[in-house]
């Protein structure tokens, strides 16, 4: 039985993630600057060696957790298996593979701590930044500017957390700004936005990649991010729990819901990321 108090169990627990996510973004950037060629998974998405050498690295090293792993890369698990898990890890090990392969910086590695089908924590780790996003819970959520160097320099998560940057999603005085990607910029997204400019007028658009989107409105720099179109519970896990350590929610679109891991079925529900009073 774990005796450990929660707060001191989380942040054991999220400092091997802070750890992994950094070295498996190293692993992704040896890649990433030599010449690699691309596959395709059974979805027709794009697959590379980074992918696989990331999933291997925080594979081998949260396993020490005794928690069960889930993958993009092991997706195979059946729900028979998994229906069982109350507490364990969602990982994807290099969210933005098409941003990789067209080499424009906005790829991440994500790692989420799901408990009872929620985010309690997560991590995103920029590689070719070395950026890191934290969100755990009543903690709150942070952001690290040169992560290699900081990690190094700490003895444990008190003393990194102290060299961070506590995000807040709310903002100061600009125009209204959505963020979503511009390759899915389908119709029920444009029909949303023209709802947006009718409430907010003048609206800014931003455009980013991957788990980026969500950590736009975590720190502040968007309001809201739609997303309208096909995701799967590791691309979501990590920038929900930073989102909602941050103070912004990420709901399900028809319901309102907050968004639910675990599923019997992996794909998640069209949803929205705004910040909480939005």
């Not at 060299?163 to 029909?191: D, F, I, P, W």
């Not at 989107?213 to 179109?229: H, L």
């Amino acid at each position: 039985m774990n005796t450990m108090p929660d707060d001191q169990r989380m942040n054991m627990l999220m400092w091997e993630a802070v750890k992994v996510s950094i070295k498996a973004g190293k692993a992704i950037l040896d890649i990433y600057g030599s010449d690699f060629s691309v596959s395709s998974k059974a979805d027709k998405s794009p697959l590379t060696r980074a992918d696989m050498a990331s999933h291997a690295l925080i594979t081998q090293a949260l396993i020490n957790t005794g928690l069960p792993i889930l993958s993009e890369e092991g997706r195979e698990i059946p729900w028979s298996k998994r229906s069982s898990w109350n507490a364990f890890w969602l990982v994807d090990p290099l969210d933005g593979t098409k941003e990789f392969v067209n080499r424009n910086g906005d790829f991440t590695v994500n790692i989420a701590y799901i408990e009872g089908g929620f985010p309690c924590a997560g991590v995103i780790y920029i590689p070719v930044t070395d950026e890191l996003y934290l969100g755990m819970g009543v903690a709150g959520a942070f952001k690290f500017s040169g992560a290699e160097k900081l990690l190094e320099r700490s003895s444990g998560m008190g003393s990194f957390l102290g060299s961070g940057q506590r995000l807040q999603s709310e903002h100061g005085k600009r125009s209204y700004t959505v963020v979503g990607s511009r390759s899915h910029m389908n119709s029920e997204t444009e029909a949303f936005i023209l709802e947006l400019r009718k409430s907010h007028g003048h609206i800014d658009f931003m455009s980013r990649g991957s788990s980026l989107k969500i950590c736009m409105v975590a720190e502040g720099r968007a309001d809201i991010y739609p997303r309208f179109a096909p995701t799967m519970e590791w691309d979501t896990a990590a920038g929900q729990a930073v989102a909602e350590a941050a103070g912004a929610v990420v709901v399900d679109a028809t319901t309102g819901e907050r968004l639910r891991y675990n599923k019997p079925e992996l794909l998640n529900p069209w949803f929205i990321v705004r910040h909480a009073g939005k």
